[in-house]
């Protein structure tokens, strides 16, 4: 049966896009640490590799959710993308990787928290009732 619903509205096509990019270049770190793992830091490697992992693939599985509107991935998005701007403020030494995580963060923060994306991702009585 076909979907009869529009399509996404941009900004949240914009900010899924971004949620999905992290998610994998998170993944991306998680192999990277898990490939340079050493005997003297094993139990430190081994954890951060996991952690990277899991939280890249936690972003990439709330991506395809967003784009399917399914609401409950909309917090744990948000929360990620606030964490997002706390790094960029702690990495400010480093001003090119500074600017890039927090802009990503503020353009997924205001795609997620435009109107048109509230408006498909909170369920309403209509949709409730069907």
């Known amino acids: 049966m076909a979907d009869s619903r529009p399509a996404n509205p941009p900004p949240l096509t914009v900010a899924v896009s971004l949620v999905a990019v992290q998610g994998l270049v998170l993944i991306g770190l998680g192999v990277a640490e898990a490939l340079s793992i050493v005997g003297d830091r094993l139990s430190v490697g081994i954890s951060t590799a996991i952690f990277f ?15 399917r509107r399914w609401g409950w991935a909309r917090g744990p998005v948000l929360m990620s993308q606030l964490i997002q701007l706390g790094i960029a403020w702690n990495v400010r030494d480093a001003p090119l990787l500074a600017v890039v995580l ?29």
């Open 102 to 130: 927090a802009v990503a963060a503020l353009v997924a923060l205001v795609g997620m928290l435009s109107p048109a994306s509230i408006e498909v991702l909170m369920p309403t009585a209509e949709d409730d009732a069907g």
């Open 53 to 67: 992992l899991v939280y890249g693939v936690a972003l990439v599985v709330c991506a395809v959710a967003l784009t």
